[in-house]
């Protein structure tokens, strides 16, 4: 059954986090996934301009910042909604809020693409991790239903993981303990090799995560990770 096969509630959204591996993302091949998906929203990271082309030729609302290299982003919606930037030293963060009539409800949602670890000289790397990482939980402030997503090159093991669990929810987990089985891991050293380490991530607030799945980015070392979410 193809994605877009799938039942659709009226207040269930679909939303994509990628890293699209810049330049070398498969862009005929994503063209195609996309066409797939079905997607409300897409969250990516390391947008290429070749990839943003095709991305905004699907969801042309939202917010795109493509460059060369791995500090491309995007948050590509469906329909309008209003949108800012979450400034950060290393790289800003991209907030989408989304609100009726457009949407079938209130939502944040919140693109962070955090500091490679391993990163030279290493101690940058940590002051960077750590910026990011107290400006967004500084913005979380009181609850309310948002969605953080994207790579924050970091497992369930590293700090970066444990503090952001400690205020939202992983969707991955809580579907996966209502199913049985274990998260999938998202990245790997190279795209044909398998996955290693769960370091793309969604965390959710005040919503319900219907269904996570591992979505394959053609030429990416990164797996797409789809998250379906009732708003209700």
């Known amino acids: 059954m193809a994605m877009n096969e799938l039942h659709r509630p009226g207040r269930t959204l ?16 994503f063209r195609e996934l996309l066409k797939d998906l079905d997607l409300d929203v897409a969250v990516v990271q390391e947008l290429s301009f070749a990839a943003a082309e095709v991305l905004g030729g699907v969801l042309p609302y939202g917010m795109l910042v493509p460059e060369e290299g791995h500090d491309g982003r995007g948050l590509a919606l469906k329909a309008p909604a209003e949108m800012e930037r979450l400034p950060m030293t290393f790289r800003d963060g991209l907030i989408a809020r989304l609100e009726p009539p457009e949407w079938p409800g209130s939502l944040e949602i919140i ?43 970091a497992s369930p093991a590293w ?11 992983d969707a991955a987990v809580l579907v ?11 990245w790997g050293p190279t795209p044909s ?17 219907l269904d996570t799945r591992r979505v394959t980015i053609p030429g990416s070392d990164h797996s797409g990770l789809l998250v379906e979410v009732d708003l209700g």
């Open 111 to 153: 693109n962070i693409h955090m500091a490679n670890p391993i990163m030279w000289p290493p101690w940058q790397s940590v002051r960077s991790r750590g910026r990011q990482l107290g400006v967004l939980l500084a913005h979380l402030g009181s609850p309310g239903s948002r969605l953080v997503a994207g790579d924050f090159n």
């Open 193 to 209: 090799m398998p996955r290693l380490l769960r370091i793309d991530h969604v965390f959710v607030e005040g919503l319900r995560p």
């Open 159 to 169: 700090p970066v993981y444990r503090r952001l669990a400690a205020r939202l929810d």
């Open 176 to 186: 996966t303990k209502e199913r049985g089985g274990r998260p999938v891991r998202t």
């Open 14 to 29: 679909r939303i994509l986090t990628a890293n699209l591996y810049a330049e070398r993302l498969d862009v005929g091949g």
